[in-house]
């Protein structure tokens, strides 16, 4: 059965000249944005790491695989990979980009399979949401989803100043006569950061244009806490790989 077309950027930007008051964000509506915003070097590095520390073989679990970037890699060095996340409009990408993995809708900290699997990997980024906001319930779910002698990569962020550093402040993307100008400001929030985003949609042809804006919150974790909850979680040879701001957790089963 063919996979039903992703929504484009041209449908983001209709539906927010259409209902500007309405919710809006790279989750949901304007999920094409959140695909071309995509770090592909980002992502690259995420699965440099993977190749680095994870077994060579086997079934990959990816929790909040968003668009499927890296869940496209990993079907290539895994024999079966599923990529769970609570938002359906990114999977709608994910299928195009990963058409060789199993995508499924659900809650990152409760995925709808018993499987076990001898890698899990959770990444998050300076300038990417996270998968959830809580790292310790996510460690202990990657805990239980791990095979023997399975490996656990999960990457947070763990430096509030890499994220305003990795975020343009201003930026537009365009095509097929759409026009969409991106602000973002951040400020200090508990436990991280917040991001204000700012849209602007344009109808270059009718020169029609209007405005919505989210915020995101991007929690910024003490990594040694990171590990305190792997060991907690009765995982081994734990690692902590700082890079960008970010740190990277190596854990074993």
Do not use: K, W
């Amino acid at each position: 059965m063919p996979v039903p077309a992703a929504p484009t950027f041209a449908d983001a930007c209709e539906r927010v000249l259409r209902d500007p008051d309405g919710e809006h964000s790279l989750y949901t509506t304007l999920a094409p944005v959140f695909d071309r915003l995509t770090d592909e070097e980002r992502v690259a590095g995420d699965f440099e790491a993977v190749q680095a520390f994870a077994p060579e073989s086997g079934d990959a679990l990816e929790l909040g695989c968003g668009v499927g970037a890296l869940l496209a890699h990993l079907t290539d060095r895994y024999d079966r990979t599923l990529g769970i996340d609570s938002h359906h409009e990114l999977l709608r990408f994910t299928a195009h980009r990963a058409p060789a993995a199993e995508v499924a809708v659900g809650d990152p900290l409760d995925p709808p399979t018993a499987a076990s699997f001898d890698a899990v990997v959770a990444m998050a980024g300076p300038a990417s949401p996270p998968v959830v906001e809580d790292p310790t319930a996510l460690i202990e779910t990657g805990a239980d989803r791990l095979a023997d002698g399975g490996t656990l990569l999960f990457r947070a962020v763990t430096d509030g100043g890499a994220v305003r550093d990795a975020v343009e402040s201003v930026g537009v993307l365009t095509g097929s006569g759409y026009r969409l100008e991106r602000s973002v400001t951040d400020f200090p929030a508990e436990d991280g950061i917040d991001l204000r985003m700012g849209y602007r949609a344009t109808d270059v042809g009718e020169s029609e244009s209007a405005t919505t804006s989210e915020t995101i919150h991007v929690p910024v974790h003490d990594r040694e806490s990171l590990r305190d909850a792997a060991e907690n979680a009765g995982l081994e040879n734990v690692r902590l790989l700082d890079a960008g701001g970010t740190t990277l957790l190596v854990a074993r089963n």
